[in-house]
């Protein structure tokens, strides 16, 4: 009897639970903020990289010619990340 | 409470299940609110699995022998840390482990992730729903932790007296934290196959939940070596036994795969390599937990009696074939984006020590699972021991130290020849100055694959010695930083590489101990009376005197009964004393007799030694208790039916009459050197793995003004 009562109070909490987004309206307009997440966590990926690279040649491992080429293309890659993060919070609200 | 528990993980199958349906038909369909459905579904089977959890819990704590569990493996006597760890020494109890933790990692997986991956994320919600669903089936259907006894019995078996040690019971949850933990970076590898978003943004998620996983299996092996080492009597840490290769070769293939993203990450190189070892590390995983829990390891014919074995392999089975397909059938979304550009570089030896550690894992494999094919094939079971494994894994491990300093040293994309030389001469100097010093005042030269590592560890040192000192150097030219502020801001802003530099410090440190301890250990056992001495190494030692106690252990295992010895141990101009000793449990079996079943139960070696950054002075004995067995059958006879106060004065006239009339004991010393830095190196992985995992200031408050900005942006869009 115990484990019937515990049955039928625990699925009920549960399907409250679950219930709730389907209750709910109004997801399109969060599909950006999450690119913006996504692209945030890229930028500081590529900066991390930048910084390992410069790090890298003041420590003598990197050559200048190869720590030129090498930081080029990272803040290349940099700049397009802040591209579309500057085009993405330029259409968010606030 | 028992049916509130069993209701817990019922509905927590069927939730697991919803979990797994929802998400998949909100990924498939595009509608997001049956994806948040799915996430929601996973956090209720957290809290599910935590209030099953927490009411198994409370009833071994009330010791509740009405629980099937709890009076199998637990007793009114059991010492109240044991009865709280005692749920996890079953396997009912051991799976409901599992499924807590997989449960409250998926949870707070989901929960960080809730923003981000939007097209992974699902297929990974659907993964760690199936996941949870088996182990929640296999309760249900098989192994349920909430089973009770129709006759309740007054009192329970007790817990096994080779678990009742602080190490082995914190052993499981670590094991099991990597094992749950290395899920993660599965269901995420799967959700960027399904999609085909095959990016470093899936790594980038997970990384921190793959590091926390390595790191935790770490910590446990190295406990489950502890416990070996300190507990059993044998005087080692590690004996290939199966049931200790079977946690770590996820650990291995996990600690390639920790490596290999990193090429990920920043080449954009490697990826079938790395969704293969990730499916690689999290089956191994599951691998793990099967070979202990399936009985599989007694004799293939034990299998066949367990319950969950079958379930166990065809589980494993569909996640292989999932993999495979998914692997294969997206390889042409898998290429790398750049190309090697020269073999001096990180990524070409971050490869190569994949492949050791690949290699490594594959030998164990196969020495694991030898007898098991002998046997199904020849009928009879060959052994493969310690010899075989440390003839393969020996070079192996050297050839991983000598990989870990090569890391450091080396750039991305290259390195010339003439820079590395540059890098590589301090070093090496230093090194030479070891290997000289090592020549002429140890004994070193005895062992050359020894030597071998104790070279390569100090130029492992030197090196992350020198990439910490010249790193400092070049932010104080930067910023002019005095010494200790230089190192610590460099450090904190480059964790991952300098907290990656400690993990590889701690490693070396970790197998300098193994090295010398394995080569240059000195071992002796012998047969002695009260009075009598013998030597080991430069130390000599005393039997002073027996020792027998009723109760009262020095562990506080609750043992009734010890026998042991008073040691006088003097080496050089020092002198210490040891008290080794054997613990007796009683057996609940009805054939022994009232007084003999003290006696005749389980018994375990209660070690003692003398710690020590040299060198440990390990110290176990073996006493005969021959000469007591007319005493005891006699007592048999003539108190079978005394109370039990009047059985312990004659347990305890036993016990005098040892101390009095002592016969030979056995006692095996070893001296270890250096075995402390294998745990040293251990806690010196866990700072390095720590600082590496730690989120930088700026992630986290990035993550503070997000969550202000989505508030924001919900408030404005329903204003």
Redesign the interface.
Known sequence: ???????LV??A??AL??????R?R??????E??R???L???K??KY??I???E??H??????ER?WRM?DGELRGEAVEILRELDALEGR??? | ????G???L??GL??AL?AVG?SLFGARTGR???V???R??V??LAA?CVGAFAILESAFLRSDFSYALVAEGSSTSTPTFYKVTAVWATQDGSLLLWATLLALFAGAVLFLTR????DIAPYATAVLGAVAAFFLLLMVGWENPFDTLAVVPSEGAGLNPLLRHPAMMIHPPMLYTGYVGFSIPFAFAIGALMTRRTG??WI??TRRFTLVAWTFLGTGILLGALWSYSELGWGGYWAWDPVENASLMPWLVGTAFLHSIMVQ??RGMLKVWNVSLICATFTLALLGTFLVRSGILDSIHAFGASTIGVQFLVFIGCVIALSAVLVISRLPYLRSEARLDSLLSREAFFLLNNLVLVALALVILWGTFFPLISEAITGTEQTVGPPWFDRLATPLAIVLVLLAWVGP????????PA?LV??LLAPLAATAVVLAALLALTDARDSVPSLIMFCFVAFLLSVVGQ?FW??AR?RR??TGESWPRALARLTG??R??YGGYLVHVGIGVLFLGVAASSAFLQQRDVRLSPGQSFSVGDYDVEYVRPTARLGGDRGGTGAPIAFGAVMRVKNGDRTFTLRPSRNYYATADPAKGAISRFFEGEATSEVDMRWGLRRDFWLAVRPDLVSLQKPIARADREFSDSPSDVQAIVISTLTQLYREKPPPATFRAIVSPLVAWIWIGGAIVLLGALVAAWPSP??RL?RVR?LY??R???E???A
């Open positions: 009897m115990e484990y019937v009562v515990a049955l625990l699925a909490l549960v639970a679950v219930s709730v987004p389907l709910r109004g997801q399109a307009e969060r599909l903020e999450t913006v997440e996504e945030t966590a890229a500081e990926a991390r990289e910084r390992d690279a790090l890298d003041r420590m003598g491992k990197l050559s190869d090498v968010t609200p606030g | 409470m028992a049916g509130v069993s209701a817990c019922t509905i069927f939730t919803y929802a997001r609110e049956w948040d459905s799915g929601r579904a956090y209720c599910l923003r981000t991956l939007r470093a943004d980038r998620a990450e920043k040293v080396l750039a991305w994309r290259r390195v010339t820079a540059r890098v990439e010249r790193g070049a030219t930067m802003r480059n991952r590489r700026e992630a990035r997000s900005k989505a924001l942006g919900r404005l869009t329903r």
